[in-house]
T-cell receptor, first 114, second 110 residues
Framework: KAGVTQTPRYLIKTRGQQVTLSCSPI?????VSWYQQTPGQGLQFLFE???????NKGNFPGRFSGRQFSNSRSEMNVSTLELGDSALYLC?????????????FGQGTRLTVV | GQQLNQSPQSMFIQEGEDVSMNCTSS?????WLWYKQDPGEGPVLLIA?????ELTSNGRLTAQFGTTRKDSFLNISASIPSDVGIYFC??????????FGAGTILRVKS
């Protein structure tokens, strides 16, 4: 069974640009969550999508958005990039069944804003 | 927002020693998860705990869900060099949102 796949692995963007990151969850998993990891703030929850609907949202500005497709694949978009957006962006997928809400992470996308 | 206090921040131990780390929260969680992250990789799930008081093992790893539902600990017995990495606890409350501890950096001296 394939794990969570995130693309691209690495990305360099310029301030002011926008970026789209992709996440393919484990087959059969319908929940996809996104996290930002930085040395200073640790792992911070961005949002969760379930069945194409945003179900939970963290405390990030509106420049951070996402969506989920009917095949459960998810994309995350960051507009008007700032230097502080440089981080490892992680996606996690979950089955979401009674007694089983374990989250499995992809390898992440390392975004550098210059 | 919810906060998890994870300790210790880092450990530098001798190979073969046992390791213990813990997380405490001001909030109740329904699930506790423990992850290990290697440099440049995503966190890998080690153990999931679903019931207060639950004690679960995965090889040399043992984790417990505290009876108050506000804490959890992870023990690693007889550490080996490949145990090196950052260990995170995560509490899962409403929906699938995970709240993470700041991590424990484990270094093993062989």
């Amino acid at each position: 069974k394939a794990g969570v796949t995130q693309t691209p692995r690495y990305l360099i963007k310029t301030r002011g640009q926008q970026v789209t990151l992709s996440c393919s969850p484990i087959s059969g998993h319908r929940s996809v969550s996104w996290y930002q990891q930085t040395p200073g703030q640790g792992l911070q929850f961005l949002f969760e999508y379930f069945s194409e609907t945003q179900r939970n949202k963290g405390n990030f500005p509106g420049r951070f958005s996402g969506r989920q497709f009917s095949n459960s694949r998810s994309e995350m978009n960051v507009s008007t990039l700032e230097l502080g957006d440089s981080a490892l962006y992680l996606c996690a997928s979950s089955l979401v069944a009674p007694g089983n809400t374990e989250a499995f992470f992809g390898q992440g996308t390392r975004l550098t804003v210059v | 927002g919810q906060q998890l206090n994870q300790s210790p921040q880092s450990m530098f131990i001798q190979e073969g020693e046992d390791v213990s780390m813990n997380c405490t929260s001001s909030s109740i969680f329904n699930t506790w998860l423990w992850y290990k992250q290697d440099p440049g990789e995503g966190p890998v799930l080690l153990i999931a705990l679903y019931k207060a008081g639950e004690l679960t093992s995965n090889g040399r790893l043992t984790a417990q869900f505290g009876t108050t539902r506000k804490d959890s600990f992870l023990n690693i017995s007889a550490s080996i060099p490949s145990d090196v990495g950052i260990y995170f606890c995560a509490g899962q409350g409403y929906g699938n949102k995970l709240v993470f501890g700041a991590g424990t950096i484990l270094r093993v001296k062989s």
